[in-house]
T-cell receptor, first 117, second 117 residues
Framework: GAVVSQHPSWVICKSGTSVKIECRSL??????MFWYRQFPKQSLMLMATSNEGSKATYEQGVEKDKFLINHASLTLSTLTVTSAHPEDSSFYIC?????????????FGDGTRLSIL | AQSVAQPEDQVNVAEGNPLTVKCTYS??????LFWYVQYPNRGLQFLLKYITGDNLVKGSYGFEAEFNKSQTSFHLKKPSALVSDSALYFCAVRDIRGTSGTYKYIFGTGTRLKVLA
């Protein structure tokens, strides 16, 4: 149980393109979803936290207008990288949590490798 | 602010030997601590957590961790390492945001475990 599906797993696109990444909880309802960015050989950097039906909470330094997050239902959150540039190339990972207290583990998708040419 | 530290970038251990991956934490209040494992180009998989109760926590794949309040540590251990345990390991702590009651997770920098045949 507790499966999170993230797709696409790999995206290569031209600079200036907008890219949408989907994160779905397949067999549970996620009260909270998290979006992370991971650079090579580095830890996860939290970009934003989203709760169903409300605006996402962005971490300091993350551009809200560039990284659009929508959490339309308890099983789906999307991250759209708008007008992507080479510096946005990275490994993006989503996770979902089932409780509002943080006592349960996060369930992670398999990540999306984004390459902007 | 809450934080976790993983002092070792890499740990090498021979197959069959016991392994330890270190994690120390700094939190106000009672810590919610987690260990995750990441294989190449994949998301993170949950191994175990400590919320309350017995200081020795048993998790997936034969891993366990010991919560030590006086030393503020939560080291990951396994009695007999396997080559397939080679991966990137992350320690994480729950961080509550201000008075909002919402939360996020803070991850350590990760420790690469290499089990040598």
């Amino acid at each position: 149980g507790a499966v999170v599906s993230q797709h696409p797993s790999w995206v290569i696109c031209k600079s200036g393109t907008s890219v949408k990444i989907e994160c779905r909880s397949l067999d549970f309802q996620a009260t909270t979803m998290f979006w992370y960015r991971q650079f090579p050989k580095q830890s996860l950097m939290l970009m934003a936290t989203s709760n169903e039906g409300s605006k996402a909470t962005y971490e300091q330094g993350v551009e809200k207008d560039k990284f659009l997050i929508n959490h339309a239902s308890l099983t789906l959150s999307t991250l759209t990288v708008t007008s992507a540039h080479p510096e946005d190339s990275s490994f993006y990972i989503c996770s979902a949590a089932t409780t509002g207290t943080g006592s349960q583990p996060q369930h992670f998708g398999d990540g999306t490798r984004l390459s902007i040419l | 602010a809450q934080s976790v530290a993983q002092p070792e970038d890499q740990v090498n251990v021979a197959e069959g030997n016991p392994l330890t991956v270190k994690c120390t934490y700094s939190v106000s209040g009672n810590p919610y601590l987690f260990w995750y494992v990441q294989y190449p180009n994949r998301g993170l998989q949950f191994l175990l957590k400590y919320i309350t109760g017995d200081n020795l926590v048993k998790g997936s794949y034969g891993f366990e961790a010991e919560f030590n309040k006086s030393q503020t540590s939560f080291h990951l251990k396994k009695p007999s390492a396997l080559v397939s345990d080679s991966a990137l390991y992350f320690c994480a702590v729950r961080d509550i945001r201000g008075t909002s009651g919402t939360y996020k997770y803070i991850f350590g920098t990760g420790t690469r475990l290499k089990v040598l045949a």
